[in-house]
């Protein structure tokens, strides 16, 4: 499977964007415009997921776990979604929001 922001969540992706959590604005301040030397996406879709933070030419996923991460059910899917991510090339790094802060 190729990776591919897919046009068949845009509305959703677009919502998540205009509703950023003030930790994906600090976060987007310091990855955006290609300060970093390479250039990151946000809220983009791999496959059935949308990830926070993409840079293609790495194949780097960056995701911001929130409070609700660390329930049970999050913690189970979110392995589920990093092993989908790994199969495809993809390295997933993972900041709490104490982290970004």
């Known amino acids: 499977m190729s990776i591919s922001n897919s ?3 845009l509305g959703f992706r677009k919502s998540l964007r205009n509703n950023a ?3 994906e604005v600090k976060l987007w301040s310091r990855l955006r415009s290609d300060q970093l030397g390479a250039r990151f996406r946000r809220q983009y879709g791999i496959g059935n997921y949308i990830v926070d933070f993409y840079c293609p030419a790495a194949r780097i996923v960056v ?3 929130g409070s609700q991460h660390f ?3 999050a913690l189970s899917y979110d392995k589920a979604r990093d092993e989908f991510l790994k199969s495809l090339g993809c390295i997933v790094l993972r900041f709490t929001d104490a982290e970004i802060n």
Request: hydrophobic letters at 25%; a negative charge; glycine letters at 0%.
């Open 71 to 73: 329930k049970e059910e």
């Open 63 to 65: 995701e911001i776990d």
């Open 21 to 23: 959590t003030l930790h």
């Open 7 to 9: 046009a068949r969540n």
